[in-house]
C-alpha cells in the first residue's frame, strides 16, 4: 500500500521569501503524484500532478515540484511567496490499478507573513 | 471545465435526524466518485468510492449502513448519513474522476456537517 509523509506540520515564510514543502512517498511502482492546496473552508485545488516524464513540473500560481525517485520525494517549491499562498498544502500519491485511489499526505500548514 | 459542486456546502441538523450531501460534475461524466471525511486541522480520509451504476466500496472502518451512497448516473452522487449524531460533524468532500486509464480527481467544495 502507498503512504505519504509531510513532516512539516506547519513552516512560516516571509513574504517574498522561497518555499519549500517537503513531501516523501512509500510505494512499490513508480507513482502519480499530486499537490493539493485547501483555503479555509474549501476544496481542493490541484497544483500540479506529476505522471511521467520531465522530473521537474511546473504548476499554477507560480509552484513547482521535482520528483526524485531515489529519494521518494516530491517537493513542492516557490521561489517567492505571496500573502495569498497562505493555506494547507497536501501532498497525495496515487496508483495505476489502484481504482484512481489517492492517499494523502497529513498537510503543512503555510502561514505567510507580511 | 471539470467543475465539481456540492450541495448542500453547510448544513446543521438535529441528533437522530438524516442528511443528503449531493455531489455533482457539471462539465463532464464521473464514471468514479470519491467520498472523503476531513476533521478538523487533519488530512483527507477516503469513506469510499463509488462507481456509476454498482454500489459503492467502502474503506476499512467506515459504517456503510451509516453512510449510503448512491451513484445513479453519471453526473450526480448522493451521499446520506443516517441517523447523525454529534461525531459525525465533520467536513465531507467528494471528488470525481472521468474513464479511461488514471485520471486526475477534481474536488467539490466540501459540505460543512454540523450535527447538534
Known amino acids: 500500500a502507498q503512504s505519504v509523509t509531510q513532516p512539516d506540520i506547519h513552516i512560516t515564510v516571509s513574504e517574498g521569501a522561497s518555499l519549500e514543502l517537503r513531501c516523501n512517498y512509500s510505494y512499490g511502482a513508480t507513482p502519480y503524484l499530486f499537490w493539493y492546496v485547501q483555503s479555509p473552508g474549501q476544496g481542493l485545488q490541484l497544483l500540479l500532478k506529476y505522471f511521467s516524464g520531465d522530473t521537474l513540473v511546473q504548476g499554477i500560481k507560480g509552484f513547482e515540484a521535482e520528483f526524485k525517485r531515489s529519494q521518494s520525494s516530491f517537493n513542492l517549491r516557490k521561489p517567492s511567496v505571496h500573502w495569498s499562498d497562505a493555506a494547507e498544502y497536501f501532498c497525495a500519491v496515487g496508483a495505476m490499478g489502484g481504482g484512481n485511489k489517492l492517499t494523502f499526505g497529513t498537510g503543512t500548514q503555510l502561514k505567510v507573513e507580511l | 471545465g471539470a467543475v465539481v459542486s456540492q450541495h448542500p456546502s453547510r448544513v446543521i441538523c438535529k441528533s437522530g435526524t438524516s442528511v443528503k450531501i449531493e455531489c455533482r460534475s457539471l462539465?463532464?461524466?464521473?464514471?468514479?466518485m470519491f467520498w472523503y471525511r476531513q476533521f478538523p486541522k487533519q488530512s483527507l480520509m477516503l469513506m469510499a468510492t463509488s462507481n456509476e451504476g454498482s454500489k459503492a466500496t467502502y474503506e476499512q472502518g467506515v459504517e456503510k449502513d451509516k453512510f449510503l451512497i448512491n451513484h445513479a448516473s453519471l453526473t450526480l452522487s448522493t451521499l446520506t448519513v443516517t441517523s447523525a449524531h454529534p461525531e459525525d460533524s465533520s467536513f465531507y468532500i467528494c471528488?470525481?474522476?472521468?474513464?479511461?486509464?488514471?485520471?486526475?480527481?477534481?474536488f467539490g467544495p466540501g459540505t460543512r456537517l454540523t450535527v447538534l
Open positions: 471528488s470525481a474522476t472521468a474513464s479511461g486509464g488514471y485520471n486526475e480527481q477534481f
Open positions: 462539465d463532464f461524466q464521473a464514471t468514479t
